[in-house]
């Protein structure tokens, strides 16, 4: 039983960084009906800015804990400034014409670019991540929890909350939702919807950026560290609902844990395979996701 609670705690701790990258998924769906399938290279750049920042502050002689709280203002920015460019470059005219093609092959292009460009300034070798915080263990009722992996839950609820609370009470928060309800209907009252959604591109890419600080100190930095998790963040948007901010939290946990449970009790080589099946499931039966619900088109 033991075994099963810390296999539980790793996989909430995974489950809670695949939400973070897909909630991502979910912000630019939600005002433009597109994505951004660079998202793993956005977790990817993400990190090795982070990375960058904190060896520069520790290199000052700041401690490891302020070195990434430091850090962590300049990969907002970073993220910020990826997503942007994602959506001037690889979006907005796809948007104009109505190409679903354009964008699809546009955001997968530039994650490509993304990631050569890791590759040349950081190069392909995995790097260590000082961790902020002690590696070493705390044990709670019998399980030994790391601190980053608290972290990495309270930063994925904190990030989702604070989007949250800025969508509700800020007018450019309910200019967003407003865009996100009716685009069309948003731009006859005046909102800027194109910078809406290039805000929301933005927010993506930071979402995916903090996701990378995060998961880096339990993990190796690389140029090639988001391309599977931005993969299966975007199964758990698929299996929780591009339309529900709760249904990609719930989405992520439930395949964290069914991977970290499979890959414990059967083999690692199997741990992809039940989340893959749950997949292809909410896709025969519930296309919209576990938590989406079914827009009408009236044509």
């Known amino acids: 039983?033991?075994?099963?609670?810390?296999?539980?705690?790793?996989?909430?701790?995974?489950?809670?960084?695949?939400?973070?990258?897909?909630?991502?998924?979910?912000?630019t769906f939600s005002t433009s009906k597109t994505l951004n399938f660079g998202q793993g290279e956005a977790l990817t750049l993400g990190a090795l800015v982070g990375l960058t920042a904190v060896n520069f502050l520790i290199g000052v002689s700041l401690g490891n804990l302020w070195a990434y709280l430091i850090a962590l203002p300049v990969v907002f920015a970073f993220g910020m400034l990826q997503g942007t460019v994602v959506e001037w470059l690889g979006v907005r005219q796809a948007i104009r014409t109505k190409s679903e093609a354009g964008w699809i092959m546009a955001t997968i292009a530039l994650g490509i670019i993304f990631k050569n460009m890791a590759e040349h300034i950081w190069g392909k070798d995995p790097i260590k991540f000082p961790s902020p915080v002690s590696e070493n263990p705390l044990t709670i009722f019998g399980v030994?929890?790391?601190?980053?992996?608290?972290?990495i839950v309270l930063?994925?609820?904190?990030?989702?909350?604070g989007v949250e609370l800025f969508n509700r009470r800020s007018i450019y928060g309910k200019a967003v939702v407003a865009t996100a309800n009716d685009r069309d209907a948003a731009g006859l009252m005046g909102i800027n919807t194109s910078q809406v959604i290039t805000f929301s591109y933005g927010l993506s890419s930071l979402s995916a950026a903090l996701a990378g600080v995060l998961i880096a100190p339990i993990t190796l930095t690389g140029a090639n560290m988001g391309a599977a998790l931005g993969l299966k963040a975007f199964a758990v948007a698929i299996i929780g609902g591009l339309s529900s901010g709760l249904g990609v939290v719930v989405g992520g946990l439930i395949l964290g844990i069914t991977e970290s449970l499979t890959g414990f009790y059967f083999d690692t080589g199997y741990k992809d395979v039940p989340?893959?099946?749950?997949?292809?499931?909410?896709?025969?039966?519930?296309?919209?996701?576990?938590?989406?619900?079914?827009?009408?088109?009236?044509?």
């Open 275 to 299: 989340g893959l099946i749950l997949l292809l499931l909410v896709l025969s039966f519930k296309p919209a996701g576990l938590f989406g619900k079914t827009a009408i088109k009236k044509v």
């Open 1 to 27: 039983m033991q075994n099963f609670f810390q296999i539980l705690v790793s996989g909430i701790s995974v489950g809670m960084i695949y939400g973070v990258i897909a909630f991502g998924y979910q912000l």
């Open 144 to 151: 030994n929890v790391r601190l980053m992996e608290i972290i």
């Open 155 to 161: 930063g994925a609820l904190a990030m989702m909350l």
